[in-house]
């Protein structure tokens, strides 16, 4: 691993917009969280080692909140039909499918809460590195070396 120098204000400008390009999840942009700290860390690479590694890091975040929010709202999703198949195969006066429901709502709050700790953590990130500090997002599984 590189070693890093204390970054300029250059490399601070370009390390706050590597997290905050991660902000583009946000949008609508499908895709956006990984495309923009993924152009960032492209651009940046081959000159502004600092921002290269915030890129990195924010790409990695991205990357890792994707993976546990597809899976919660995949498990939802699947959740979700298992009860009107439940409900509508059941005799009149079943029980309601409680499994079915608990793991759907579970699911679907662990994927609003990864949102949440997406955004919370991106502008953590920004700040930190427009003040010239090196941040690790915590709970990322680092796809990118």
């Known amino acids: 691993m590189q070693t ?9 400008t370009w390390g706050m917009y590597a997290h905050l390009s991660g902000m583009l999840a946000f ?7 990984i495309i923009g700290p993924l152009v960032l860390y492209l ?3 081959p ?12 790409l990695n975040f991205h990357i890792t909140a ?21 409900v509508a195969t059941a005799a009149k006066g079943a029980m309601p499918p409680l499994a079915e429901i608990a793991t759907a709502f579970v699911c679907f709050m662990a ?10 953590f991106t502008l953590i990130g920004t700040i930190r590195a427009s003040s010239g500090s090196i941040y690790r997002y915590p709970l990322t599984i680092r796809f990118v070396h």
Request: proline residues 5%; charged residues 15%.
């Open 4 to 12: 890093l120098t204390a970054p300029n204000e250059d490399e601070r």
């Open 27 to 33: 949008t609508g942009v499908p895709f956006g969280g």
């Open 43 to 45: 651009q940046n690479k």
């Open 47 to 58: 000159t502004r080692p600092f921002a290269t590694a915030q890129a990195r890091e924010a």
């Open 66 to 86: 994707g993976i546990v929010q597809f899976f919660a709202l995949a498990v939802a999703i699947a959740a979700y039909f298992g009860i009107f198949l439940s």
């Open 111 to 120: 994927f609003f809460v990864v949102y949440i700790w997406t955004f919370v």
